[in-house]
């Protein structure tokens, strides 16, 4: 998430009793929004080019709330001959709960939108393929061409499917390991496939992956002293993998968070691996991504599906050229991306 100009701020200062001790509550948003690029980034000088704030401004917000929370959230590490962050633990807890309030903020607005605009195209964009196989000019581009009439649902691919299920969506991009989604009124065909890797710090990779070309599930010996991160259950990388990973590690191993970019920064610190479609994993200079073998896992196949029994606006006819144009448009896009 990209911080806004103006900040969101708590104007009420709370003090609440957590551990035996006092935490005084978060009053600007700004502050937890500037600390998610830093842990996203793994640099204040980044985050703050990110931002358009100076470096001091970024450092003071990660002072306040360290001094708020009482705990310290990044330590500077030492790669070669070059520098870096990465989140402590207290850092690591923070950060997944971060993410996931800033993800309700946005999803607050735009459901505020929604709600003011209701003769809009609902398109449905999970994140992954909303951020790697299109960006915001693809999505820019379909808004002009439907005259900005359109309501973007990024959300996971398994949360997705229930709302095309409930025929909520208009058309959009879906993620699935299973067959091609088969609703009444769906139409749907895939798009693109992609494989699932094993992805790790480059600049601090852990001792077992050292040197590896591959990661073999059938070796035992890999497992030990990796932890693992994985995404929540509204996507399908959980499913994915959940079940293959509890089967060889312990509970203890996993840490599981609700956002894409939450995931790549903790793998960039080097706290821990995970495995990740490798859509989402290209042009990250600061993830390495093994192959997986000794193990048959599915593959992230994107579908591009439109709602035929919906009617925006009261408008057939609309309704058909809006879906025509988000074919046109996004469906160009994510079949380019599939060449990069």
Do not use: C, W
């Not at 749907?188 to 480059?202: R, T």
């Not at 030990?224 to 312990?250: C, M, P, Q, W, Y």
């Not at 919906?310 to 408008?315: I, K, L, P, Y």
């Amino acid at each position: 998430m990209t911080p806004s100009d103006t900040p969101r701020t708590m104007t009420d200062t709370n003090v609440v009793e957590r551990g035996g001790g006092n935490v005084a509550s978060i009053e600007n948003i700004r502050d937890l929004e500037l600390f998610q690029l830093v842990a996203e980034l793994g640099s204040f000088t980044d985050a703050a080019a990110a931002a358009g704030v100076s470096q001091p401004t970024v450092s003071q917000a990660i002072k306040r709330l360290e001094s708020r929370l009482g705990a310290t959230l990044l330590q500077r590490q030492r790669f070669g001959a070059g520098g870096g962050l990465s989140l402590t633990a207290e850092g690591l807890i923070v950060v997944r709960h971060t993410a996931a309030i800033l993800g309700e903020l946005d999803a607050l607005a735009d459901d505020l939108d929604a709600a003011h605009a209701p003769d809009v195209y609902t398109v449905g964009l999970p994140p992954i393929i909303s951020a790697y196989l299109l960006g915001d000019a693809s999505i820019d581009m379909l808004a002009d061409r439907l005259h900005g009439r359109i309501s973007v649902q990024s959300v996971g691919s398994k949360r997705l499917m229930e709302q095309i299920e409930r025929h909520d969506v208009d058309f959009g991009a879906v993620a699935t390991i299973d067959a091609r989604p088969d609703i009444g009124g769906i139409q749907s065909f895939k798009i693109a496939s992609f494989p699932f890797e094993l992805v790790h710090s480059a600049a601090n990779p852990p001792e077992p992956l050292r040197g590896r070309h591959d990661f073999d599930f059938g070796d035992e010996t890999l497992f030990r002293g990796l932890r693992f991160v994985t995404l929540g259950d509204d996507f399908v990388h959980s499913k994915a993998v959940a079940e293959f990973l509890r089967t060889r590690i312990d509970v203890t191993q996993l840490i599981e968070v609700a956002d894409v970019n939450t995931m790549k920064a903790i793998i960039a610190s080097g706290l821990a691996v995970g495995l990740m479609a490798s859509v989402a994993v290209g042009g990250d200079g600061r993830l390495s991504t093994l192959p997986v073998r000794g193990v048959d896992l599915p593959t992230f196949d994107v579908y591009v599906f439109n709602d035929e029994t919906r009617d925006a606006g009261g408008q057939v006819a609309g309704r058909i050229d809006g879906a025509q144009a988000f074919l046109d448009v996004i469906g160009r896009n994510l079949a380019n991306g599939t060449d990069d």
